[in-house]
């Protein structure tokens, strides 16, 4: 007599329900995410054809590569911050709290004197300044910077506005999910088949 093997209802639902998930949610990153990424890369790929827009005070992704202009009053406060391959980044802290990425230096020690005053550029985001780990328990919202465009006296110019530096990974989170969703499948496919052998 040939003994019927069983599945069991519980596991099964669970696996079940969490490749269900995955699936979703690689749909979700391919169907939903990446269109609306492209949309907004090819946005920014426009913006410093544009016109020049106020510079704004709270983040606004729209704005990011637009063509700016600003007062910043003085008393100016002016820190270094990394740039990749161009060294370093002199940005300005105006009086109110407003960013000026003044231009880039391969040498730490440059100094710049600059007083404040009007200077246009294009709209970018401060960098951050967070470790990893402080950034995934409190992330923090990006702030506005204008990049000067031409950079203040004696520094090398800021790096034009690249919509290819704004990541763009729709594409492999959907295959991370969609291998996820498959990895737990087989897995417990194998795991059944090695229960009832």
Known sequence: ???RRRVPVLPTLIVAFAVATMLALGLWQLLDRRPAKLA?????ERNPALPPVA????DDGRLLFRRSRL????PVAIRRAGAGAAGYRLIATCADGALVQLGTTRDFR???AWGGGGVAGYVGR???GQSLIGALLRPARPRPMLVADPAAAGLGPNAAPDPDTVPNNHLAYAG???FFAATAAIVYALALRRRNA
């Open 1 to 3: 007599m040939r003994v």
């Open 40 to 44: 907004y890369l090819a946005q920014l």
């Open 55 to 58: 510079f704004p005070r709270a």
């Open 71 to 74: 007062d910043c009053r003085p």
């Open 110 to 112: 440059t100094d710049v």
């Open 126 to 128: 401060a960098p951050e």
């Open 176 to 178: 991370q999910w969609f």
